[in-house]
């Protein structure tokens, strides 16, 4: 397998964000990147350095522009002009950003065309107040490997007079978009997407690699927003689970089955457990498309189905865990330890939560032996980390 690459900035960077102050997505932006890798690794130390040894974090030589997925919230300024932004940390308040230092420059030049076109077009801007107008939101997704470019139009109607006249502008001035989708989003959430959509050009999909493995990305998959450093993520997990090729490696929390299928061909067997039935879906779909032949994926609770493995008396060699931000919740954990598997490989964007669940692990008979910080979101305060999980022998 070959060697991630530990990637420390060669130079001091500076974040100049002009919109820092207002925005409060990125909170770390007064500080120099190498000021950043070291608050993040004090971080961590303090959690998790009781419980064992935190190596160095993996940082980015370039900490710009990673942001594969952009969103941008529509909204129009005094004059009544549209303009597209964020909002403002804790608001619906729309900061207007044009260029933003974490965000693919590819999108951030759509987003503004796609702005530029509205009053040409006679579009208005959706106004969640009045509940009139048509487009609310534009998200667009890039491919880091592939180049491949996903334009999602977030409109509250599926109404969208001339669209083929849009479509064509759009794609006269950036042709090297690949398909482009129009999301319905009636509700008055916070959620940016609506279930149904039509294709307005493209597949309706794209694609992209990560460890040498091409994925199928959809407007509502899951996907790493910085590729760069997932690969880095989950070469660290893999390397950290010591493989060797004859072990069967449980995926919980699998999603679309990203990194257990990157660990597929250092494993004799793969088995996913996901409870959401379009990720498992689209899990088989990515396995079938990269012919990994040696994984299985479920549509299941996965702490009620390692109780079942364990009843059967089937222990995986590896049990490799990446939850949300919320953690694991205890009856999952007390599965795993039913379960009781030789090694654990647990990856969480939340180390206050990853230390929580260590903590509990480590009560009920292992050790944890490594843990391994990432920097996936420069500029943030967010941090992943990798540890290494061991059964204590008796």
């Not at 160095?56 to 002009?81: C, S």
């Not at 502008?169 to 279930?195: C, D, F």
């Not at 409870?275 to 498992?280: D, Q, R």
């Not at 903590?359 to 490594?370: C, D, E, H, P, R």
């Amino acid at each position: 397998m070959p060697e991630y690459t530990v990637s420390p900035p060669s130079r001091d960077i500076r974040f100049n964000c002009p919109v820092a102050a207002r925005c409060g997505g990125c909170q770390l932006t007064r500080l120099s990147y190498r000021e950043q890798l070291q608050w993040k690794q004090r971080r961590v130390q303090e959690l998790l350095g009781s419980l064992c040894p935190v190596e160095p974090i993996i940082g980015m030589e370039h900490p710009f522009h990673y942001r594969n997925k952009v969103h941008a919230v529509l909204a129009t300024d005094r004059r009544g002009d549209a303009v597209s932004g964020v909002y403002a940390a804790g608001t619906h308040r729309v900061v207007p950003v044009k260029r933003c230092l974490i965000e693919d420059t590819r999108a951030d030049r759509i987003i503004q065309t796609i702005v530029s076109l509205l009053k040409p077009f006679r579009l208005r801007v959706y106004n969640e107040y009045t509940h009139r107008g048509f487009l609310r939101h534009v998200v667009i997704r890039t491919g880091h490997h592939t180049g491949q470019i996903m334009v999602v139009l977030v409109a509250a109607s599926l109404e969208f007079p001339g669209r083929k006249a849009f479509v064509a502008a759009l794609l006269e001035k950036h042709p090297e978009i690949t398909t482009i989708v129009l999301n319905l989003n009636q509700r008055e959430t916070s959620m940016v997407l609506g279930k149904k959509e039509i294709i307005l050009y493209g597949e309706g999909f794209m694609e992209d690699e990560l460890c040498g493995k091409t994925f199928r990305i959809s407007p509502q998959s899951f996907y790493q927003v910085n590729a760069r450093q997932t690969e880095t993520l989950y070469r660290t997990a893999i390397d950290l689970a010591g493989l060797t090729g004859r072990e069967t490696l449980l995926d919980a929390y699998c999603g679309t089955g990203t990194i257990g299928l990157c660990a597929s061909d250092h494993i004799a067997r793969l088995i996913g457990v996901e409870l959401n039935a379009n990720a498992v879906k689209d899990a088989r779909e990515n396995a079938r498309r990269n012919q990994v032949r040696n994984a299985a994926f479920y549509c299941d609770d996965a702490g009620r189905f390692m109780v079942r493995m364990a009843k059967e008396g089937f222990v995986p060699d590896v049990v490799m865990m990446d939850p949300p931000r919320s953690g694991s919740d205890e009856p999952f954990l007390r599965s795993l330890l039913t379960l009781a598997p030789p090694r654990i490989v647990y990856v969480s964007c939340n180390p206050e939560t990853l230390a929580r669940d260590a903590a509990f692990l480590v009560k009920g008979g292992y050790q944890t032996i490594k843990a391994v910080p990432v920097d996936m979101f420069p500029g943030t305060e967010h941090v992943e980390c990798v540890v290494l999980i061991s059964r204590v022998e008796k």
